[in-house]
């Protein structure tokens, strides 16, 4: 679809709440306006004939159209590698701070080709919204997180809360129940529910299915909205909030009906359990995350520069140094990125993943690599971020403005106005509450800080990686023990001394 075919596409009366009303249109309301445009350039893209080469690639359903690239299985590490080029492009439109965007879950959708068999018995729906999903490049969202209630419970101990079947019809399942966070739904076409977290063990609560946004039953009751806060401001004072703010929802369902054609799993206890290491998920969602965190501190880390030239401070060495702890982190994510692609693993039907190592590894880095640069950001610029006038419009007042252009000027010539401008955009990224927001997001991206470091570990243990580890470890013990070398290429130290005389016929 065009961007304006997509902005048409969300007015289907979907039931959004925000600041006790419920949104008439998410196209015209102050909180969705402007991020839903953003979305729009995205797809705008996809036809525009200096984008879309890059952005493209053909469907594999036999349609003879053209999709973006991640839509599709990948088939050897040539086909990731263009899908990482084309998740960058996207990501390049919004300067990496919408994480959200249709790629994103396209990391799911990109599988179902390959491995509909999972689904079993619903393996159809699989290859059917497979297809469709590529040849109309839809908007889909998820919510997989049980609501924080009552967490020392087994899951299908919280029936009130936790999303379950209610009833079974001819037309299809009555679900109830609530997930979290459900970041940007409320702008997207169809949000997927599957099950992340608590073990179940109830049959009415094994159930992964997708519903429209729009479905009755469905609402979203938003989190504050950082757009609608800024939406008198000039983006002047607001750049990236009055834009690319991806509302954080709750999800509730309340007797939703999901036809029978939308349903993955039903009363299967071990494959909704087994979701999400076993759908290939994971180490999509991983690249596409990478992909697009490399192109977000790419932006930081040239923000930091400028703002850092206009301090007159970029020149110090301990701040050189930090700027160049950026730039490490930045490079280690495009290395992640690239490793991914480049070095994929076999998969169902002739497919292949991105490399869940070096992916897991993503997972764990971020925790502690983007707070890091948001700690240097405010550690380095420091009071230059809030030495600046309260709103645009201060420059617009004869009385005011002699004295901004004098004292809030930046270094080497840098004007007051292209000075706050900086500052103002770096504040926005690192200091407001969509800069803080952003911060939790990347921690917890892709699990909590715990989880990722314990699925690290299962997973090279289920690989067999870390028995592989253990060996290299059994076979340096093997060459030595209390008499000396166990090995006959090595000499000396038999008697519990160095000796440092060979005989001339032994090795050296």
Not at 49 to 57: E, K, N, V
Not at 368 to 373: A, E, L, M, N, T
Not at 396 to 411: C, F, T, W
Request: net charge negative.
């Amino acid at each position: 679809m065009t961007g304006d075919e997509y902005v048409e596409s969300l007015r289907d009366g979907r039931e959004v709440w925000l600041d006790g009303e419920r949104v008439a249109d998410v196209t015209t309301h102050p909180a969705f306006r402007n991020p839903v445009r953003m979305i729009a350039r995205l797809y705008d893209a996809l036809h525009d004939p200096a984008t879309a080469g890059r952005l493209t690639a053909p469907t594999d359903t036999g349609s003879g159209g053209r999709t973006h690239a991640f839509f599709r299985a990948a088939r050897d590490a040539a086909d990731l590698v263009r899908d990482k080029e084309a998740i960058t492009a996207w990501a390049r439109m919004t300067y990496g701070w919408m994480g959200r965007s249709p790629d994103y879950k396209a990391s799911f959708l990109g599988t179902l080709g390959a491995n509909a068999p999972f689904y079993a018995p619903f393996e159809e729906n699989a290859l059917r919204w497979y297809r469709r999903s590529q040849e109309e490049v839809l908007y889909w969202n998820h919510a997989i997180i049980h609501p924080p209630v009552d967490r020392g419970l087994p899951a299908d101990q919280v029936g009130d809360t936790f999303v379950h079947v209610e009833r079974e019809t001819d037309a299809g399942l009555v679900v109830s129940g609530a997930k979290v966070v459900a970041t940007g739904s409320a702008i997207t076409h169809y949000n997927f529910v599957a099950h992340h977290g608590l073990a179940i063990s109830s049959p009415e609560f094994a159930v992964v299915f997708t519903v429209p946004v729009g479905a009755p039953g469905v609402k979203l009751i938003c989190r504050p909205s950082y757009t609608a806060a800024t939406a008198s401001a000039s983006p002047f004072d607001y750049p990236l909030s009055s834009r690319m703010d991806e509302n954080d929802t709750i999800f509730v369902l309340d007797r939703v009906l999901v036809p029978w054609e939308d349903v993955f799993v039903h009363r299967d206890v071990e494959r909704a359990n087994s979701f999400f290491p076993a759908s290939g998920f994971l180490p999509r969602f991983t690249f596409q995350g990478c992909v697009r965190l490399t192109v977000k501190l790419e932006f930081v880390a040239g923000l930091l520069a400028k703002a850092l030239r206009i301090t007159g401070t970029g020149g110090f060495r301990g701040v050189r140094a930090r700027l160049g702890e950026v730039l490490a982190w930045r490079n280690l994510f495009a290395g992640l990125g690239t490793a991914m692609a480049r070095d994929p693993v076999p998969w169902h039907d002739g497919s292949v993943l991105p490399n869940p190592e070096y992916g897991m590894a993503y997972r764990w880095f971020m925790t502690v690599g983007y707070p890091r640069i948001r700690e240097i950001v405010q550690q380095d610029v420091g009071s230059g971020l809030i030495y600046v006038n309260s709103s645009a419009r201060d420059f617009a007042n004869p009385a005011v403005r002699p004295y901004l252009d004098k004292y809030l000027r930046g270094s080497g010539g840098t004007t007051a106005v292209e000075r706050v401008k900086v500052m103002k955009l770096l504040w926005d990224a690192t200091g407001t509450e969509f800069g803080g927001r952003h911060e939790l997001y990347e921690r917890n991206y892709a699990g909590n800080h715990e989880a990722v470091r314990v699925d690290l570990v299962t997973a090279m243990e289920n690989s067999g990686r870390l028995g592989e580890f253990d060996d290299l470890v059994e076979r340096c013990l093997a060459e030595y023990d209390l008499d000396g070398w166990t090995v006959p290429d090595l000499a000396g130290g038999g008697d519990g001394h160095l000796d440092g005389h060979l005989d001339g016929k032994e090795r050296t």
